[in-house]
């Protein structure tokens, strides 16, 4: 019987579904977290008769045919990215991005990795560094004797050094955005990779058109709703008991016909 393998594939896609609500469930205090919803696809056809095939040598068109679908597939698992509220921290270091933009980080190979998550802190080198002590691409440092430290939302970092009354300008932040941020790869610790979906990243300052502002002492967090979360949740969990009610319904269908004498 078909059902049983149609409703199979129900079931698997159910239970994907359900590992991604949990991922999404799991990083609802992490810091600028994007939730992820999947997307799925029907299968093949099979044409027991072909729709808009001839019927008759008089030229009559079958109006709708037969096709009887083989089941459901992932097509795919993207990224929804949509700003998460803003938290006061207190930290001077923390730095929220307001708007579109990522934060370009070196990563130990030499290559590029991008962030949202501004929870940076300064290293014993005074280099502005990420929590794993990858450095912010722009290579900022900021002196041992600078008593106070100010970040504008253009991203200028201005410092006042001990005994003079004029702030030193140490840099500027730049942000990067992609064509389609949903095609960034992620690699785990809040980083996401370039790829070729994602397009090449174009850099900019922050607050100029396309790019948005920064905002010192505020992390974004992650933009997980939990009601809508556990809503899906329940959905799934149903679509589920379904498709196993199918398998059941099928299984006694076979049964009913082996005992047939």
């Given at each position: 019987?078909?059902?049983?393998?149609?409703?199979?594939?129900?079931?698997?896609?159910?239970?994907?579904?359900?590992?991604?609500?949990?991922?999404?469930?799991?990083?609802?205090?992490?810091?600028?977290?994007?939730?992820?919803?999947?997307?799925?696809?029907?299968?093949?056809?099979?044409?027991?008769?072909?729709?808009?095939?001839?019927?008759?040598?008089?030229?009559?068109?079958?109006?709708?045919?037969?096709?009887?679908?083989?089941?459901?597939?992932?097509?795919?698992?993207?990224?929804?990215?949509?700003?998460?509220?803003?938290?006061?921290?207190?930290?001077?270091?923390?730095?929220?991005?307001?708007?579109?933009?990522?934060?370009?980080?070196?990563?130990?190979?030499?290559?590029?990795?991008?962030?949202?998550?501004?929870?940076?802190?300064?290293?014993?080198?005074?280099?502005?560094?990420?929590?794993?002590?990858?450095?912010?691409?722009?290579?900022?440092?900021?002196?041992?004797?600078?008593?106070?430290?100010?970040?504008?939302?253009?991203?200028?970092?201005?410092?006042?050094?001990?005994?003079?009354?004029?702030?030193?300008?140490?840099?500027?932040?730049?942000?990067?955005?992609?064509?389609?941020?949903?095609?960034?790869?992620?690699?785990?610790?809040?980083?996401?990779?370039?790829?070729?979906?994602?397009?090449?990243?174009?850099?900019?300052?922050?607050?100029?058109?396309?790019?948005?502002?920064?905002?010192?002492?505020?992390?974004e967090t992650s933009n997980v709703n939990a009601v809508a979360q556990i809503t899906?949740?329940?959905?799934?969990?149903?679509?589920?008991?379904?498709?196993?009610?199918?398998?059941?319904?099928?299984?006694?269908?076979?049964?009913?016909?082996?005992?047939?004498?």
């Amino acid at each position: 019987m078909r059902s049983l393998s149609v409703a199979a594939t129900g079931m698997l896609a159910q239970q994907l579904n359900v590992e991604v609500i949990s991922n999404n469930i799991a990083n609802m205090t992490t810091t600028a977290f994007k939730r992820q919803r999947p997307e799925f696809q029907d299968l093949l056809y099979q044409n027991m008769r072909q729709v808009g095939s001839r019927s008759s040598d008089s030229g009559t068109v079958v109006p709708n045919g037969i096709q009887l679908g083989s089941g459901v597939k992932l097509a795919s698992v993207y990224r929804i990215i949509e700003q998460g509220d803003l938290t006061s921290t207190g930290n001077i270091l923390d730095l929220a991005i307001q708007g579109d933009g990522w934060f370009r980080i070196r990563m130990p190979n030499g290559e590029d990795a991008y962030t949202r998550a501004g929870t940076f802190q300064k290293s014993a080198d005074g280099e502005i560094v990420t929590a794993d002590g990858y450095p912010v691409a722009q290579g900022i440092s900021i002196t041992d004797d600078a008593t106070s430290v100010s970040i504008n939302s253009a991203g200028e970092i201005e410092v006042t050094i001990s005994g003079q009354t004029t702030p030193q300008n140490l840099g500027q932040f730049e942000l990067v955005t992609f064509p389609n941020f949903a095609g960034l790869e992620s690699l785990g610790e809040n980083l996401f990779r370039e790829t070729p979906s994602s397009g090449s990243a174009t850099s900019g300052l922050p607050g100029q058109a396309g790019y948005g502002s920064l905002l010192q002492g505020f992390l974004e967090t992650s933009n997980v709703n939990a009601v809508a979360q556990i809503t899906e949740l329940i959905s799934a969990q149903r679509a589920y008991e379904l498709n196993s009610k199918v398998i059941s319904t099928s299984d006694e269908m076979m049964s009913t016909v082996n005992q047939m004498r």
